[in-house]
């Protein structure tokens, strides 16, 4: 190599630890990549500015016997994780060693360290989570509010309340009305295999099913089956981790015109995998989080409101289910439960 040439390298070199070529750092046009939020320039709350006084009232008058059912997976070490994603949960219990207590009266203690990522388990995918190029929701240029431990801009605690109204909606059922049910042969009861398109004439249809009309602010959760392989953990990790069925991206502009708050399955990624065009990376995730602001909800527990509903006959409940005010995150496991 010339001295001319080392230098050029070293030069590049340089420049490429330091984070400064320019080509790769062009702040894209993100009003061309992003569509504009309808809450203003300024909103970086979402869809959960729909969730107003009057549609919490609503709500709570779903709330009929009383019966809470659970939506969440218990999270544990073990079960399947979406590529190098870890979750690992350490007790420090030093405090009830003898000696170690406190007072007279020999108080011990114990806690925990969660040595994990915030998309595991049962979780919610934040206004962070998903951009194009460095465009995020409401036509925010990531680039400029990215730190090394937290995002300046669109973190969780920007979120409104999730106190509304929650529907479910049985893919399995409507796939065996329709007689177009193909399950997987690991799946322990029905369930949709991977690659199964669930497109707007289905959810429709699984609406209909229980003559709900969906409303303003409410919560959708799909029923696809595919929970059955997450409860199989760890045997099953890697068939649950291999595709999944989901929503179309015309379904997902569907919902989004229904003006709901979060979109929610007992799947990975709520959309279908493999997708329905290999060279689009997640466009599910692209129209309702970065277009629209609505939350994605992963990794559902949705056989028990599914059973539930079918027993009743009623595919709606009060949503119960917090997200914890952790700043400049773009997601975290959170627990679900359905009032009925």
């Not at 984070?19 to 939020?37: I, T």
Request: hydrophobic content about 40%.
């Amino acid at each position: 190599m010339t001295i001319a040439g080392f230098a050029a390298f070293m030069g590049i070199s340089v420049l490429s630890l330091l984070g400064l070529s320019a080509p790769a750092s062009a702040e894209a046009d993100c009003k061309a990549l992003v569509a504009p939020s309808p809450f203003g320039p300024d909103d970086q709350t979402g869809a959960t500015n729909r969730v107003t006084p009057a549609v919490t009232k609503a709500a709570a008058a779903e709330i009929q016997t009383g019966v809470v059912t659970s939506m969440a997976y218990d999270l544990v070490d073990g079960i399947p994780l979406f590529g190098t994603r870890f979750s690992k949960t350490i007790l420090t219990s030093f405090a009830v060693v003898p000696g170690a207590e406190y007072g007279n009266n020999k108080l011990s203690y114990m806690e925990d360290t969660y040595l994990s990522q915030s998309h595991v388990g049962t979780h919610i995918d934040g206004m962070g989570h998903i951009g194009v190029q460095d465009c995020y929701y409401n036509q925010t240029p990531m680039g400029k509010y990215v730190t090394q431990n937290y995002l300046k801009r669109l973190g969780l605690e920007n979120i409104k309340t999730f106190a509304t109204r929650g529907v479910i909606i049985d893919a399995v059922k409507v796939f065996q009305a329709a007689g177009k049910l193909k399950a997987n042969p690991a799946c322990k009861s029905p369930c949709l295999d991977a690659g199964t398109l669930i497109t707007e004439v289905d959810l429709q249809a699984g609406l209909k099913m229980y003559n709900v009309t969906l409303r303003e602010g409410d919560a959708v959760f799909i029923n696809t089956g595919w929970g059955d392989l997450f409860k199989q953990y760890p045997a099953q990790n890697t068939a649950y981790n291999s595709g999944e069925p989901g929503i179309t991206d015309t379904a997902a502009k569907w919902l989004a015109s229904q003006k709901v708050i979060a979109v929610g399955a007992d799947t990975w990624a709520v959309e279908v995998v493999p997708g329905e065009n290999k060279d689009i990376a997640f466009p599910v995730h692209k129209t309702l989080l970065t277009d629209n602001g609505i939350h994605i909800i992963e990794n559902v527990r949705t056989d028990l409101i599914s059973v539930a509903a079918a027993s009743s006959n009623r595919a709606t409940f009060f949503l119960s289910m917090t997200v914890p005010k952790a700043v400049g995150t773009t997601g975290t496991f959170v627990n679900i439960e359905a009032i009925q």
